[in-house]
């Protein structure tokens, strides 16, 4: 059973900075493509970014791109969301989501392609 927990949300104003983590617990994430997905308030699930299994690939919703980096540990156990610029319309509730990769350089933004969901960790961007 594949587990790993989100963390690093929270408040903060328009314009602030937020680095989520997504931290495995008993296995490693390097043959997973990792995602990460979130969801406001009446709204449906959506997709943020991607990283590969490789490292070497990645993928951006429009809406964050520019603002948002996402990047692997070294230690292989934890990927992160880096999020600049932050916009009231980035409120949400903030999901890490993992697949095994088909193929090292594989990502998705779409929540049907992955199987293993964390709790999720709220983001509220407001002055």
């Known amino acids: 059973q594949l587990e790993f927990v989100e963390s690093g949300g929270g408040l903060v104003q328009p314009g602030g900075s937020l680095r989520l983590s997504c931290t495995a617990s008993?296995?490693?994430?390097?043959?997973?493509?990792i995602a990460w997905f979130r969801q406001a308030p009446g709204k449906g699930r959506e997709g943020v970014s991607c990283?590969?299994?490789?490292?070497?690939?990645?993928v951006y919703a429009d809406s964050v791109k520019g603002r948002f980096t996402i990047s692997r540990d070294n230690d292989k156990t934890t990927v992160y969301l880096q999020m600049n610029s932050l916009k009231p319309e980035d409120t949400a509730v903030y999901y890490c989501?993992?697949?095994?990769?088909?193929?090292?350089?594989?990502?998705?933004?779409?929540?049907?392609?992955?199987?293993?969901w964390g709790q999720g960790t709220q983001v509220t961007v407001s002055s």
């Open positions: 989501a993992a697949q095994p990769a088909f193929y090292s350089e594989y990502v998705s933004i779409e929540a049907a392609d992955f199987g293993y």
């Open positions: 990283i590969s299994s490789s490292t070497h690939k990645t």
């Open positions: 008993g296995f490693t994430l390097d043959s997973y493509a």
